[in-house]
């Protein structure tokens, strides 16, 4: 009995569906971003500076904390933090267009995925969602059994959990200093 077959027999065979084709689509991404991004010099020199750069402010902040603080060491702390946040910037701005290919996977995926299970139940929630999580969970489909699943939202939730565990795995993580992003947060002390 050949596996396509067998699979088509088992009771949960359309989730199982999803959620393998979510597997691969993370591996697939993740592979297209180690290509673009993670293997490249420019990443690994940023991804160092980034981690020497929180590392520094940590003992500074640490030290601090035990002396009083002075105006010098403020000053110095700011500087760190600001090299930080320019470095953090530029990783995200160096991620971005690994981004733009991985986002069109996503959504070729998706589609090819929508056209698959279309109007179909592929799996039973355990619970009853409330307002928008029901309207994600029960988007496209018939009836009015609220506990149905349809595909949108199967992968929607594999595809978060899966890829981030999967950087996290492979150690693609953005690094503990690197919380900023393309948009940080206005810095209260400018203000």
Known sequence: MALPSMLASLKYSDSLRVVGISICTAVV???ISWLLIYRTNSYKSLRSS???????LE???????????KKSK????DRVETSLKESSRDLSLFKFKS?????LVLFVVFGLLNSLFEGKVVAKLP?????????????????????????AFLY??????????????LGFSPPRGASAGLFPMPDPKTS
Do not use: W, Y
């Open 127 to 151: 619970f009853k969602p409330f307002g928008l999580v029901m309207k994600m969970s029960h988007r496209g489909l018939q009836g009015n059994d609220p506990t149905d699943c349809s595909m």
């Open 50 to 56: 980034i981690d020497k750069a929180a590392k520094k």
């Open 156 to 169: 929607f939730l594999c595809s978060i959990s899966i890829r981030t565990n999967l950087q996290k795995f």
């Open 74 to 77: 403020t000053k110095k702390i």
């Open 59 to 69: 003992t500074m902040k640490t030290d601090s904390a035990k002396i009083a603080a």
């Open 29 to 31: 991404c993740e592979a």
């Open 99 to 103: 981004g733009a290919v991985v986002a």
